[in-house]
């Protein structure tokens, strides 16, 4: 680490693996819902959103953290103020902890969930933003601050990078994709019009520029690549990713309502979300390839590679099954869309965060060789589960498409007779996923601090 | 290409796929009004309703959403309302081991949901949820009493040899469980004069005929 402000960067990393741990043990406890939906003290619709918005604000603070270590190295210089990224983590953890205790609350007494100046006080309804207004408040204060920050560093040495230009770029595109969440309306067809903004041209939009900003950073840094054959690459990534992906919003206008031009645009361009995504995986592999000196940090290559993999699959390939509106009208609102779900946050974001947290934290911790032996292990746990949990809810959503949707059973009786067993499979292999997480909080505190 | 040639590309292509998102935006908010009934002040408040209580986080609502529960957009075109009243406001005592919670909704609320729910059922999804191609059709012979629990969708509730909802019993033994047809000719007609409290709808058109053939047809599931 060559400035001492990036160990900020730690913090917001240790938050993030923390909520990880969390997130997958309610994950669990939702999966046993489905067989046994009154085991635990709160409903399942508590416990679902607990477990996807945890995901989603470790996979920011994951991504924050990231950002505080790229920019003093890219801007060659120390954070504009250490104290205030101090403040904004202190502040979005507390924040935090308020939404979290707002939804238990909730989940325990609904009527708590009054109307306050026309909005909810605990809990908006409405999937991924559940977050109350005042929160999504502190959300957009926070990030503002964050960005400011990360500009102002910018604005010391002025070097305009590549890699930082998109990522801050990206950033600033994810604030902005907040505020179609932020307001009421009166439709539920306008209400998922603006929020499919938010959820889609967060996931195919932002966070993709913002992975492969980070892409290129890591490779970078683990190879010593050529910073402009790498920036070439990354620009026409990210310029395919945006041209498929802002009109790729499409598929998910089909049946909401909107007019039937949308079948057309959606499946048009969403089709071709897939070749920025293979392009990433090629760029990784070219990189490695043409690499001749050694690799001291192999593990964190070796998930750099994996989360370029993992995105094309989850995100590529599970996406573009589905995406067609001729198959999306039989498919759409099944299992399926779960089994994608899992494989695209997991391939796109969560092993990206892990992969920079293993490519960045040996440096702030100050070592140059780590023990890496558990940071495999806990990979591999995760991802044979994770590839495990996936087949068996892919295979729930084709037995209750072809039932539920072709044949015309009644959803219960899939639900409780037909995909029992694969409710009972998920389970077991979120326990096995559960065993990789603890591996890596484990790693986490102790690399650096053993012997290599 | 040149770094930079690739870098204007990208900035400027995204400008203009924004662009014309917004241009298909402005265009789909003009439409809206012509695709769905009138938004009237009892479905907006049904609306902060389905918010309030989170109904989002088990169900799915024009196929978005959770996907713990049945879909919500189309529920009111098969179960009366009156049947819907009573389940959203006390799932459990409808449904004895039903998955949904009792959430303490209150009689108001749930007139204010059902008019919501009215609402979704009538917005133009481009033919979704779509019907099923696959589902046997009734091509062969039917007896009178079989046509009457077609035409009354009895199926949307009930369920004989595996085929249809679940809101109510499984009719597959039904004949062996209550072999008494005068009991399914009163249960048929007013259904709480037999069962206290039954969230059954009354089906009070149907002739005596009528009502001997369904129950006749009926006490044959052995
Ligand atoms: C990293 C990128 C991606 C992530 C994290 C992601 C995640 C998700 C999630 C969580 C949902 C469910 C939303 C809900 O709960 O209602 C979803 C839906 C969907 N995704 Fe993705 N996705 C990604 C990329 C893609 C791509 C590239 C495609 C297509 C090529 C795609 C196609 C779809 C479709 C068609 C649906 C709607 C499913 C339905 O009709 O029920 N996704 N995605
Ligand atoms: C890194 C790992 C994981 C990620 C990224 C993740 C992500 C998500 C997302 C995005 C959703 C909401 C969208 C949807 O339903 O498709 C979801 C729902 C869910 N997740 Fe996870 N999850 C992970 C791990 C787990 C694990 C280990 C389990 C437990 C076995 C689990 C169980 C569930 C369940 C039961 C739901 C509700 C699905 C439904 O509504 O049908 N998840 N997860
Ligand atoms: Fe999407």
């Known amino acids: 680490m060559q400035y001492k402000s990036q160990k900020i960067a730690q913090n917001f990393y240790t938050a ?42 470790w996979l920011l603070m994951g991504m924050m953290g990231a950002t505080y270590y790229v920019v003093p190295e890219e801007s060659e210089t120390e954070l504009w103020s250490v104290p205030l990224a101090n403040l904004q983590f202190w502040a979005t953890v507390f924040a935090v902890g308020l939404v979290i205790i707002g939804y238990i609350v909730m989940g325990i007494n609904p009527q708590a969930n009054m109307q306050v100046f026309g909005t909810n006080l605990l809990n908006e309804g409405r999937e991924y933003i559940e977050a109350p207004r005042w929160a999504d408040v502190l959300i957009v204060i926070s990030v503002l601050l964050f960005l400011f920050n990360c500009v102002m560093t910018v604005l010391k040495t002025k070097k305009f990078t590549a890699v930082q230009g998109v990522l801050l770029g990206g950033l600033t595109f994810l604030a902005l994709m907040y505020l179609p969440g932020m307001f009421y309306t009166k439709s539920m067809v306008m209400d998922q019009y603006w929020w499919w903004w938010v959820v889609h041209l967060w996931v195919e939009g932002s966070w993709e520029l913002i992975a492969a900003a980070l892409l290129a950073f890591m490779l970078h840094k683990l190879l010593g690549t050529d910073v402009k054959v790498l920036a070439k690459w990354m620009y026409i990534e990210v310029g395919l990713v945006m041209f498929t992906g802002i009109l790729g919003l499409g598929h998910h206008y089909y049946w909401i309502g909107t007019p039937k031009y949308w079948l057309w645009v959606g499946g048009i361009f969403s089709s071709l979300e897939p070749i920025p995504l293979l392009l990433m995986v090629w760029d990784a592999f070219r990189t490695t390839r043409e690499t001749r000196a050694p690799v001291s940090n192999r593990l964190g290559l070796y998930l750099t590679v994996s989360h370029a993999i993992f995105n094309f699959v989850g995100a590529g390939l599970w996406g573009v099954v589905h995406t067609l509106p001729q198959v999306n009208k039989w498919t759409h609102g099944t299992q399926v869309t779960t089994a994608h779900g899992h494989l695209a946050f997991y391939g796109a974001y969560v092993l990206l965060v892990v992969a920079m947290i293993y490519v960045t934290l040996p440096s702030i911790r100050g070592v140059k060789e780590y023990n890496q032996t558990r940071g495999y292990l806990s990979f591999w746990w995760m991802t044979i589960s994770m590839i495990f949990i996936v087949i068996t809810i892919t295979g729930a959503g084709m037995v209750q498409t072809y039932l539920e949707r072709l044949f015309g059973l009644d959803y219960v009786t899939v639900k409780a007779n037909y995909n029992l067993w694969f409710w009972i499979f998920r389970a077991i292999f979120g326990a096995g996923f559960l065993v990789g997480v603890l591996i890596l909080v484990v790693d986490y505190f102790k690399l650096g601090k053993e012997k290599a | 290409m040149s770094n930079n040639a690739a870098k204007n590309l990208f900035i400027y292509g995204s400008l203009l796929c924004f662009v014309v998102l917004i241009i298909l935006t402005v265009d789909t908010m003009g439409t809206l009004k012509d695709r769905a009934p009138e938004i009237t002040e009892k479905v907006d408040l049904g609306k902060q309703v389905w918010h309030k209580y989170d109904c989002i986080g088990c169900h799915t609502i024009f196929g978005n959403g959770s996907y713990f529960a049945p879909d919500m957009t189309k529920v009111t075109e098969r179960k009366p309302l009156d049947y819907l009243k009573k389940f959203i406001m006390n799932p459990r005592a409808v449904k004895p081991g039903t998955a949904m919670p009792v959430l303490g909704i209150s009689a108001e609320e749930a007139d204010n949901l059902i008019a919501f729910l009215v609402w979704t059922s009538k917005v133009d999804t481009n033919g979704w949820p779509p019907k099923p191609i696959l589902a046997l059709g009734g091509n062969k012979k039917e007896s009178a009493g079989e046509a009457l629990f077609r035409k009354n969708d009895c199926a949307a509730c009930h369920q004989i040899n595996g085929m249809g909802g679940t809101a109510g019993p499984d009719l597959t033994h039904v004949g062996s469980k209550r072999p008494d047809i005068n009991w399914h000719m009163r249960h048929l007609k007013n259904p709480q004069s037999v069962v206290p409290d039954s969230a059954m709808p009354p089906f009070e058109d149907l002739t005596e005929d009528e009502l001997a053939d369904l129950a006749g047809y009926l006490i044959e599931f052995k």
């Open chain 1, 16 to 57: 993030a693996v923390l909520l990880f741990l969390v997130q997958v043990i309610v994950g669990i406890v939702a999966a046993l819902q489905f067989m046994w939906p009154d085991f635990f003290f709160l409903n399942f619709n508590t416990v679902r959103t607990l477990h996807i918005n945890a995901l989603v604000v």
